[in-house]
């Protein structure tokens, strides 16, 4: 798969969720965040992109731990995302 | 391309869309013995109803009496009288039984002490025929949907339905007859159009919400359903009825609950008025939802919004102790946060009227068979959910009947496919020899268009059309103007020009299809409401309106009918609500007032 495709995947897994909210959060995220990533937190991010929304929403709300520290870092940024 | 190029699959049964409604629909099919594809934009279980939260309606009176005719009263008097009597006697009849099978697909209810399913009251359910609310709602803590789709999921896999993922339907397969023979899909991963070559093909595929600039809906809600429908010739029925919530947030449009409004929450305008004062002086801002949100819609049209472009109010809670805010409303002040920038501690929350469901749809009948205007079922075609109008809904649904409406016409749309099947009245036929011509001209098109529009520009100009012509509260010049500005829209969607020509995961091609869907939807909308020169339900004219001849606007003796819209030539025409139950007496039409 090359990278277009890859990117596109994302964006469709990022931007037809189930919620709402997580439409905006992940889309934003993608667009602004995700071109600035190292390949691990990349990986992280793509890993979060394909859980589901109620297993997503309370990582991203701190009321479940994440597993290893780059979801963490990633979590973080994606709990500073605004969308606009 | 010609159509022999296209591959062709076969089919007992093709179901588009794996919502509630689209799995609890293969589960009878696929436990009924037929093989069945079910095709959907999303894995299963990411599809919208998981966004539901408040619950499930059925009288199963297991914390005080009920019962299901006392629920069809609360659904037509909802309705505004606009809903089928037979549908809504149906649907009520079997919300105990499908909820409790629902229950043995796994669902985890909340419980009782002696534990029976939990339930709890919600807006509009009352007992004894509008007397006193009721305790009608089933959840699953808040997240009803999740636990609903996932139910019904496991139940799937383990009836051996075949799945087919991230493919999009492009168009119904119709013969000459008019009878209707499965769907063209194109599979995002590979960029493939197939035939999908059924005997019954059953549409599930969810709202349109997305038509409006500011929506509740996910993405995923771009009429898909009723594109298809209506370009294969299907009328669409009562398409002037969407359902508003008062506060999304602005923009964004994501939902903030009326909780935030009960603990203490205020609106006010660019004055720093509390209006709701003026419009409801007791219920105030805990006002009916119609009501807070056409006098929000008054305060932004004249001219006391909030913002650069005066087109918003805003939601207070900074006079709330800030640990009251964040023990009671956390989520709400997270949302805020994310979705406006804006801490509520601190400042208010920008707010608007926000499209939240559609009430009209494919028409049907109780059974889920698509129905023609004569009422005849279209052959080889079924539709449930809220892509679909029983009609049950009417002109304003009533909170937690919609999940009730896709376990209910999921399962009798199946049902309905097992016996047409069984007695010879759909089979297979001969696809046509041009079936998928107009398919590939549009896919043709698409990727040769040069100097075209661009598809998220037409896509915005639409959603803020729809949003000021014919949202929340509307108007007749506004309307009129509105259907003008949509038929310019309609041209600029069909030169819309994509610069990502390449077949694998092409998403910009995707989302130039979905917009082919989305204005069918806004014209469907716009053109049946300017025509409906009364006000019902969810529909409300600022030129009709409280008489005593007429209360609320409503006018039984011109009005109360059903819309259908047909794409060809955008013309209307009407048919009679049915007022006739299937056992019991008429709901005879009465002012609706709570
Ligand atoms: C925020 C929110 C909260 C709500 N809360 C409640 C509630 O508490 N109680 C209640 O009763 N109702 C509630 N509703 C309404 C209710 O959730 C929806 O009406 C209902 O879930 C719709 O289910 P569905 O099966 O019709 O469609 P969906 O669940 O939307 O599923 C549609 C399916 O169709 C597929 N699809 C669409 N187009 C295509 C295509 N072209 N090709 C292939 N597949 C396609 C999608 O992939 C998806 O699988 C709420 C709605 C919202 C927005």
Redesign the interface.
Same mark, same amino acid.
């Given at each position: 798969m090359d990278e277009r495709e890859r990117i596109n995947r994302l964006r469709w897994r990022c931007t037809r969720r189930a919620m709402l909210e997580m439409d905006l959060l992940l889309g934003e995220f993608l667009e602004r965040i995700f071109p600035t990533l190292g390949p691990a937190q990349a990986d992280a991010f793509i890993i979060l992109a394909d859980m589901e929304d109620l297993e997503l929403w309370p990582l991203i709300n701190g009321s479940r731990e994440c597993t290893d520290s780059v979801q963490a870092e990633v979590v973080a940024l994606l709990r500073d995302v605004r969308v606009k | 391309m010609s159509n022999s190029s296209i591959p062709v699959r076969k089919f007992d049964a093709v179901i588009v869309g794996a919502g509630g409604s689209g799995l609890r629909a293969a589960i009878q099919l696929s436990e009924g013995g037929l093989k069945t594809a079910v095709l959907s934009?999303?894995f299963p =279980?990411? &599809?919208?109803?998981?966004?539901a939260q408040g619950g499930v309606s059925a009288s199963l009176g297991n914390s005080e009496e009920d019962h299901w005719h006392w629920h069809m009263y609360d659904t037509v008097k909802g309705s505004d009288w606009l809903g089928d009597q037979d549908a809504i006697e149906y649907m009520c009849r079997m919300a105990p039984e499908v909820v409790v099978e629902l229950e043995h697909f796994g669902m985890p209810f909340d419980r009782t002490d002696e534990g029976k399913i939990y339930q709890r009251p919600f807006g509009g359910h009352m007992s004894n025929f509008g007397e006193k609310p009721v305790r009608r709602a089933c959840a699953a803590a808040d997240?009803t949907g999740?636990a609903m789709l996932h139910a019904l999921y496991q139940r799937n896999v383990r009836a051996n339905t075949q799945f087919f993922v *991230?493919w999009m339907a492009l168009d119904l397969i119709r013969d000459e007859s008019g009878q209707v023979l499965g769907v063209i899909a194109l599979e995002?991963?590979t960029g493939e159009v197939v035939a999908f070559h059924a005997k019954a093909t059953i549409f599930a595929t969810g709202g349109a919400g997305r038509i409006y600039y500011s &929506? =509740?809906? %996910?993405?995923?809600n771009t009429g898909d359903g009723l594109g298809m429908a209506a370009r294969a010739g299907i009328a669409l029925e009562d398409m002037e009825f969407w359902q508003f919530h008062p506060t999304g947030v602005a !923009? %964004? !449009?994501?939902?903030i609950t009326e909780g935030v409004r009960g603990e203490g929450g205020i609106l006010r305008n660019s004055d720093n008025e509390r209006f709701m004062e003026r419009y409801a002086p007791n219920a105030k801002d805990l006002a009916s939802r119609d009501v807070v949100s056409r006098a929000m819609v008054t305060e932004i049209n004249e001219g006391r919004g909030c913002g650069p472009n005066k087109d918003f109010v805003l939601l207070d809670i900074t006079h709330l102790d800030p640990a009251t805010i964040m023990k009671r409303l956390p $989520?709400i002040r *997270?949302?805020s946060?994310?979705?406006a $920038?804006i801490d509520p501690i601190q400042a208010p929350i920008p707010v608007v009227p926000t499209c939240h469901y559609q009430m009209g749809g494919i028409p049907t009948n109780y059974k889920g068979q698509v129905v023609a205007a004569d009422g005849v079922p279209v052959k080889g075609f079924y539709a449930a959910g809220e892509v679909a109008c029983a009609s049950v809904h009417g002109a304003n649904r009533l909170g937690t009947n919609s999940l009730l409406d896709l376990l209910v016409f999921g399962k009798s749309s199946g049902d309905s496919v097992i016996e047409d099947l069984a007695t010879g009245k759909v089979a297979h036929q001969d696809l046509p020899e041009n079936f998928a011509e107009r398919t590939l001209a549009r896919l043709h098109r698409l990727n040769t268009q040069t100097g075209g529009s661009d598809v998220n520009e037409t896509r915005l100009e639409l959603q803020r059309t729809m949003q000021k012509h014919c949202g929340v509260f509307r108007f007749k010049d506004m309307l009129a103007e509105g259907v003008a500005k949509i038929v310019e829209i309609e041209k600029a969607v069909a030169r819309t020009e994509i610069k990502?020509k &390449?077949q694998?995961?092409? =998403?910009a091609r995707?989302e130039a299809l979905e917009l082919d869907n989305l204005i069918e939807v806004a014209k469907a909308t716009l053109v049946s409401a300017e025509a409906r020169k009364e006000s019902r339900g969810a529909h409300v004219r600022d030129d009709a309106p409280d008489t005593a001849e007429n209360p609320n606007g409503r006018d039984d003796a011109n009005w109360h009918k059903h819309t259908l819209w047909q794409r060809e030539g955008s013309s209307l025409s009407y048919k009679p609500v049915t007022m006739t139950p299937l056992t019991v007496e008429t709901i005879a039409l009465k002012t609706r007032s709570y």
């Open positions: - | 934009k999303v =279980t990411r &599809s919208h109803t998981v966004a997240r999740h *991230e995002m991963e &929506s =509740t809906n %996910a993405f995923i !923009g %964004a !449009g994501v939902l $989520g *997270e949302i946060i994310q979705f $920038g990502d &390449s694998v995961w092409n =998403t995707v």
